[in-house]
């Protein structure tokens, strides 16, 4: 069955950017000068999934504002004569056809997907974890897609991670099936590095068959008292195969601010209109350390 709708859970605090994400929510942080989120938004555009839905929470406001239409703002670079930019800001908003679910109570990443289901229905979706932002040729989930198309079963993007990092992430047990595409034996969520079954630690995009909807309503609490898709994707594997595939392309964990400030200096590095100047003022940084 071909995949239509993605999830993206957007309703986390952002505690790692406290105070700037205090009343602002962290997925419209800029990188460079678009919101992270906007980034996701155009990943799913581009693999040919045109509904959304995205978990948020109060205080969010502002992401339902910035992909729907503004038409004070349009009037406003009309009367100007901006075109490039009225056409840019038109644009957004008819990247994808959006619907909001409200997460009223942080019970877990598994949890927010949970309370999806009603919009997503009985049928396979795309999940995307926004603070992972990957730059590829082909985006990262299409290369999932491509995965679920050939295996027809869940689908869990994968990197290499290094050894004690392993209790940040959910870490699979993998089965080399070929390049880059593993059979799930198991998968444990944010191990420490003894008890870590590999070094591939799930990233976040995910193809989910709706099965995992069941599991979740009985995934008991778990790592932090919450509810871990990672331990509902364990209850599916009793049931059906799951897959992971070690995806080509750079990953930014943009939930922290080195990692959003990295981002922003690989993206603004290909901006034929900052790249000189950015150049420029990272080579005068190195020659002064020297
Ligand atoms: C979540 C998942 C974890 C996954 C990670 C990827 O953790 O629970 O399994 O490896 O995303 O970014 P979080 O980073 O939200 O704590």
Redesign the pocket.
Known sequence: MKVRKAVITAA?WGTRFLPATKVQPKEMLPLVDRPALQYIIEEIAASGIEHVVIVTASGKQAIENHFDRSFELEHFLKQKGHSQLLHEIQAISQLADICYVRQSEQLG?GHAVLITERCVGNEPFALF?P??IIRADVPAIKQLLDVYDRYGCSVVAVEPVARHDTA???IIEPEHVEERIFRVLGLV??PEPEKAPSNL????RYILTPEIFAMLRKTPPGKGGEI???DGLRLLLDDEPVFACAFQGRRF?T?TPLGLLLASLEMALDRPDLRDNLMAYLRSLELYSK
């Open positions: 986390g990443l974890l603070d992972d940040s992430y959910g969520e944010k630690g799930i990233v976040g871990q898709l990672t964990d939930g």
